[in-house]
């Protein structure tokens, strides 16, 4: 995918493909690459699939929170020109999709949210990143997934990396707070933007109740499981995650 990114101004993201723009949110651990699947099936339906890297470690932390990246997020849409764009966000990226759709929703089409949080934080800012126990960090990474095995080496040692950062620890807590004190549920019921809600039936770190919430919440949203799964559905069964996404565009006529 290195191929697909750019670096234009201060935003470096991935582009592929023409048509639609879907603007995908990374997680708080989440690479861009978690979004493979998606990045390879939606250019060939006719949507260009952005993903811009969140700054997450690269603002002072008095400005660290869900609400300054909801407000870069408008200013990349902007910088693109687009009126109107998808929004597709897994776990923290879920959140601040949200959160922009509450305060930007002009140029929501929809939004998509798989793991998100803005609703419930399951020990997100507490036990998490404990530096320099590598054992700790992967049975964390692995309890992400259904099957553990999807947490790969690879997976694992960017965690710890990160984690092994004070100053990206520091910063993954002061967002992990900032996530527990936007809680969403007051404004879900005032967005009327048609939202797509695709959960793992095993999500650990957003349990499945969490899912029903937001779809009794948000006045138009419909909601659909994915059975032996976790909290990354567009990489643990990405096939079934982009038909599922797919189906209810065309159903939605997006």
Known sequence: MKDHLRQEGKFTYLEKGEGTP????HGLMGGLSN???VINYFPEKGYKVLIP???LYSMSLLKTSVGTF?????????FKGYDKVILLGNS???HIALLATKM???IVEALVITGSSGLYENAMGESYPRRGDYDFIKKKAEAVFYDPKIATKEIVDEVYTTVSDRNKLVKTLAIAKSAIRHNMAKDLPKMTTPTCVIWGKNDTVTPPEVAEDFQRLLPD???Y???KCGHAAMMEHPDEFNQILHDWMKERKI
């Open 225 to 227: 499981w994915i059975d």
């Open 221 to 223: 949203a419909d909601l």
């Open 70 to 78: 909801a407000k870069y997020l408008k200013e990349f849409i902007d």
């Open 35 to 37: 979004f493979d699947g």
């Open 92 to 94: 923290l990226g879920g």
């Open 22 to 25: 879907i603007v995908i949110l």
């Open 104 to 106: 930007f929703p002009e």
């Open 53 to 55: 890297e969140l700054p």
